[in-house]
């Protein structure tokens, strides 16, 4: 009986100890929360370091955005893997996961938001846009503004891991500085894993919903929904006819390229061998790119975001049996939709507009210096497997111009 007695004792010993635990836990939380609301002062702090690391704590407002952004891109379809990715990116670009977050860092072109929307303007002006700034919305507006990107970052996450989904996100969406990349990449990969763990991500394998609910909301010149890596192999309906020079200013057959913008030898590149050639903004920027030979614009696709990719890439079938390929003059969606003047589909004739270079300098984020154009007797996408060897599938454009020109 004795002993029985210390137990009850010592059991409600045990129930007051647990009951200060429980009151400490709750003190606990609701001080983290009002010490969120200074989350504004860590503007500047572009780590996701310091406050930010508030995210992860429950309860806080940091983290119920932080959440609120992982569940509206998987109830668009994403992975737990991918929308930890999108998540891990904000604990750089917003750490303190602030809704109306003004540009933070050096930029002086005034973004905001989650995701850091350059200029801020392009969030309050899209469409789609109802100025709350709230979670759903500014997804809403990525979805509307930017979708060949967030298809781009679905297809080369498929199945992967949070961490690269970062890295991708990164590369597709948020397009920060070169440098940027280099010192933020391993901080987004860190706070998309952690996204990952706490949020469940493992259990959420997603679908490509997202691709399918998006289709007639794309923009102009991406509409490539239905087979991403295969031109069609449809008969073009275009005339092949003349061939002529890309910019009316040039004359004389002449359009004075270095031996690094010319096709065939290159001393500076993989394999010594450059597919095609390369036109500068100067002295070409500014200019109307038109179609150096007819046909059908059969495909408009996009790969990479720098001048050793392809950015948007226009592949333009003709009767005669040769195909063009007009790249790197667009990178972004924005500047795809600037740029770029045909869409798939189109027929052109030789000298009808595809799009304009960009004016020297005008475009920096990401940088276009030139358009290279390329002409080959096999189908672009299959022609890209010879990109870097001169075993005869790319042809030399001047050549052609030169020789294939009519007797007007
Ligand atoms: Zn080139």
Known sequence: MGKKKYWVLGGIGAGIIAF??????????FSS?????????DAGDTSSGGAGGSWTQQGTDAYKNAEAVFKYWTGKGMSGAQAAGIVGNITVEDPGFVLD?????????????LYQFTPKSKYLTDPKSDKSWSVQNQGDVILNSAMSAVKQFMKETKGGTPEDAATVWMNTYEL???????????????????????FGGANISGSDSILGDATGTADSGSNTQND????????????GGDWSWPFASIKNNNPGLSAEQQFGYSASRTGNFHDGIDLGDIPYGGQEIKAIHGGKVYKIGHKGYTQSDLGYYICVKSDDGYYEV???????????????????????????????LPKHGSENSPAVTHIHIGVS????????????????TWLDPVDLIKGGQSKK
């Open 176 to 198: 920060p500085a070169a440098s940027e990349r280099v010192r933020t990449n391993s901080a987004r990969r860190s706070g998309a894993r952690k996204a990952y763990e706490m």
């Open 33 to 41: 929360k009002s010490c969120k609301s200074g989350g504004d002062s």
């Open 326 to 356: 007009y790249q790197e003059f667009a990178f972004s969606e924005a500047q795809a939709a600037k740029y770029i003047k045909v869409k798939e589909g189109d027929t052109v004739k030789t000298g009808d507009v595809i799009g304009t």
């Open 20 to 29: 200060l635990i429980v009151i400490m836990a709750i003190l606990t939380l």
């Open 377 to 392: 007797k096999t189908e672009i996408t299959k022609a890209e497997d010879s990109a870097f060897s001169n075993n005869g």
């Open 101 to 113: 977050q003004a540009e933070i860092g050096a930029g002086a072109e005034g973004g905001g938001g």
């Open 228 to 239: 991403e890596n295969q031109c069609s192999t449809s008969s073009g309906d275009g005339a």
